[in-house]
């Protein structure tokens, strides 16, 4: 695995020696280290759960929580992690496999699928990753070992026919997830209305054909709304997240915060479009989601799923951890 410090210049073309080579020397003088992280540092306790049964011991006694009153960590384009060459600079968002994802504690998953190579496969953008049954295997795996902890996928297909989206569904999706799969119980469903039926997978399908393919599936927009600030200024991210919470009064859509920043002309001279070296370097993602959570309340509730890049690197698990913990101790 290489550094994040050098993971840019080892795979970046010629075009970027020039901001590589101030990368290196910012780097080795001490100008580029995380202390420049915004919002800025914060402290965190332990988590008093394992990551990969937070649900399980959380909830036991609170079964009757709505998925969307619970602070959610999630991963962005969360099967890009097999990304190599110089795509692993501007789309891998993180080098952790969706197991490793889920036994880490995020429970809402990115999932951009395309038929490439003669197969299914996970991608990013135009950049090819690993092949989509292996990240159902895994998924499958987990959700059957862990029947309490509720998996929210949220599934973009690119490209796609639909005769391809059929195969897709009939061949992959349902033979490794089916048996694991609620029917879609509505934006209030609890803890409860899932273990009632011995079920912890939620399928949110892109797309308004997602009853085509099976009952299992959930309209990702009725279930989902999401938020993404397009830019690699943290500071705007920060100002443009908070500007979107009064959009949360009165919906009872789980709601995503995509917590992530994009590279841009900016992010090519200091990060040779890095974005695991950008992240790194100046996004504290657990800072970010204790002030979002902070200022939501004036609105009547919290953006509950938390979506980051590269979770390997930060605390975004343990921040969430922290506000299910206060919350349900009613502080």
């Given at each position: 695995?290489?550094?994040?410090?050098?993971?840019?210049?080892?795979?970046a073309p010629?075009?970027?020696?020039?901001?590589?080579?101030?990368?290196f020397?910012?780097?080795?003088l001490?100008?580029?280290?995380?202390?420049?992280?915004?919002?800025?540092?914060v402290?965190?306790?332990?988590?008093?759960?394992?990551?990969?049964?937070?649900?399980?011991?959380?909830?036991?006694?609170?079964p009757?929580?709505?998925?969307?009153?619970?602070?959610?960590?999630?991963?962005?384009?969360?099967?890009?992690?097999?990304?190599?060459?110089?795509?692993?600079?501007?789309?891998?968002?993180?080098e952790?496999?969706?197991?490793?994802?889920?036994?880490?504690?995020?429970?809402?998953?990115?999932?951009?699928l395309?038929?490439?190579e003669d197969?299914?496969?996970?991608?990013?953008?135009?950049?090819?990753?690993?092949?989509?049954?292996?990240?159902?295997?895994d998924?499958?795996?987990?959700?059957?070992?862990?029947?309490?902890?509720?998996?929210?996928?949220?599934?973009?297909?690119?490209?796609?026919?639909?005769?391809?989206?059929?195969?897709?569904?009939?061949?992959?999706?349902?033979?490794?997830?089916?048996?694991?799969?609620?029917?879609?119980?509505?934006?209030?469903?609890?803890?409860?209305?899932?273990?009632?039926?011995?079920?912890?997978?939620?399928?949110?399908?892109?797309?308004?054909?997602?009853n085509?393919?099976?009952?299992?599936?959930?309209?990702?927009?009725?279930?989902?709304?999401?938020?993404?600030?397009?830019?690699?200024d943290?500071?705007?991210?920060?100002?443009?997240?908070?500007?979107?919470?009064?959009?949360?009064?009165?919906?009872?859509?789980?709601h995503?915060?995509?917590?992530?920043?994009?590279?841009?002309k900016?992010?090519f001279?200091?990060?040779?479009?890095?974005?695991?070296?950008?992240?790194?370097?100046?996004?504290?993602?657990?800072?970010?989601?204790?002030l979002?959570?902070?200022?939501?309340?004036?609105?009547?509730?919290a953006?509950?799923?938390?979506?980051?890049?590269?979770?390997?690197?930060?605390?975004?698990?343990?921040?969430?951890?922290?506000?299910?913990?206060?919350?349900?101790r009613?502080?």
């Amino acid at each position: 695995m290489l550094s994040r410090s050098r993971k840019a210049a080892l795979i970046a073309p010629p075009l970027l020696i020039l901001g590589i080579a101030y990368h290196f020397l910012a780097d080795g003088l001490g100008w580029m280290g995380t202390s420049g992280r915004r919002p800025g540092p914060v402290n965190l306790p332990p988590s008093p759960y394992d990551p990969p049964l937070w649900m399980t011991q959380a909830y036991a006694e609170a079964p009757d929580t709505a998925l969307r009153d619970v602070c959610i960590p999630g991963t962005h384009d969360s099967g890009s992690y097999a990304i190599l060459g110089l795509g692993e600079n501007v789309a891998q968002t993180t080098e952790w496999t969706l197991k490793e994802q889920l036994e880490g504690g995020y429970r809402y998953l990115d999932l951009r699928l395309a038929w490439r190579e003669d197969a299914f496969r996970m991608v990013h953008g135009i950049c090819t990753s690993a092949l989509a049954e292996e990240g159902f295997q895994d998924i499958g795996d987990f959700a059957r070992d862990r029947p309490r902890e509720i998996v929210l996928l949220k599934l973009v297909p690119i490209g796609l026919d639909t005769s391809r989206r059929h195969r897709l569904a009939q061949e992959l999706i349902l033979p490794h997830l089916g048996d694991r799969m609620a029917e879609p119980l509505g934006t209030g469903a609890t803890f409860a209305d899932f273990w009632e039926r011995d079920k912890n997978i939620v399928l949110a399908w892109c797309g308004d054909d997602f009853n085509d393919y099976s009952p299992l599936f959930w309209h990702k927009e009725a279930l989902v709304m999401e938020h993404w600030s397009n830019t690699d200024d943290v500071d705007f991210l920060i100002e443009d997240q908070l500007a979107f919470l009064p959009e949360l009064k009165g919906q009872d859509r789980l709601h995503v915060a995509q917590l992530v920043l994009t590279p841009s002309k900016r992010s090519f001279f200091l990060y040779g479009l890095s974005i695991e070296d950008m992240t790194y370097r100046e996004l504290n993602q657990a800072s970010l989601i204790l002030l979002l959570s902070k200022k939501a309340w004036a609105y009547g509730r919290a953006p509950n799923i938390m979506m980051v890049d590269f979770p390997e690197q930060q605390e975004a698990f343990q921040a969430c951890m922290e506000i299910n913990r206060l919350s349900l101790r009613g502080s």
